[in-house]
């Protein structure tokens, strides 16, 4: 497996003090919406989990490749989209992390000049992070933006704080990055991708990645410089979309890179930590640097944190 590189999302907040959103109290009404319409059904059973794939990223933990064995679960077919997260706040008068911080990142080359001319942070590592004033769900890239015209692409700028509220309201929870996995290789057992092991089968764009020279020019040849609709291009086998690029999608762990001798029955990573894991890679993901679009890739944020490239889906208990 190669070294450990960045990831392309690996802007923090640095504040891991903060306590798991499941003892935080929260004053939410759960909606009346029958919260298993629309999801997918999975019959659960075992897997390989994880791999060895020369590809990878051995720090990352990525491996070792495991049996894992998981009880039958529903997960949403896509990453929930701006309609259904203006749909949980107009219910509620929720404010996310990043409205109350008063800030967000921002990948750099979507912030307005005039936004620009406020931006006096970034990222050490990964200098195209921005820290943009205004900038959260309903102004993706600062104030002076909107999501009028994006209400079908995944809400971004969400912290895993504000993603548990969501599922506390919908009826739902994250799932656990096992049943993540599970659900992303759609069947397939020990392919790089959802569909396969070539990233364009017949020269199909598949997912939502950059292409060109990363962070300075993005050829769009996906047709997508940011965010793509939560339904765009294929699902895998399983009915899934967007399991590879488009945004991260934060799970319900806890970050180790260790992971527990087996047997492995429903596992949910470590009892405590300081950051989440996040899974499925993003459109700034590109092969030269953070080649984080496979399918057994992980990364991690910590739960206040929040960029244009973290998003969430659902899962639920049968």
Sequence with gaps: MNAKKPG????????????????????????????????????GGEFLMGTADQEGFAQDGEGPVRSVRLDPFYIDPYTVSNAEFKAFVDATGYRTEAEIFGWS????????AETAQGVTQTVRQTPWWWAVNGACWKHPEGPDSHIDDRMDHPVIHVSWHDAYAYCQWAGKRL??????????????????????????????????????????????????????????????????????????????????????????????????????????????????????????????????????????RCAADV
């Design 175 to 312: 799932p656990s990055e096992a049943e993540w996995e599970y659900a992303a290789r759609g069947g397939l057992v020990q392919k790089r991708y959802p569909w396969g092991d070539v990233l364009k089968p017949d020269g199909e764009h598949r997912c939502n990645i950059w292409q060109g020279k990363f962070p300075e020019k993005n050829n769009c040849s996906d047709g997508y410089a940011g965010t793509a609709p939560v339904h765009a291009y294929k699902p895998n086998d399983y009915g899934l979309y967007n399991v590879s690029g488009n945004v991260w999608e934060w799970c319900s762990d806890w970050f180790s890179a260790n992971h527990p001798a087996a047997p492995l029955i429903n596992p949910q990573g470590p009892p405590t930590g300081q950051e989440k894991v996040l899974r499925g890679g993003s459109y700034l993901c590109h092969k030269s640097y953070c080649n984080r679009y496979r399918v057994a890739a992980r990364s991690k944020n910590t739960p206040d944190s929040s960029t244009g490239n973290i998003g969430f």
């Design 8 to 43: 392309c999302c690996s802007a923090s907040r640095e504040d891991s003090s903060l306590p798991d959103a499941h003892s935080l109290p929260l004053n939410i009404i759960p909606s009346s919406k029958d919260p298993k319409e629309g999801m997918i059904y999975l019959p």
């Design 105 to 112: 990142f921002v990948f750099h080359l979507f912030v307005s």
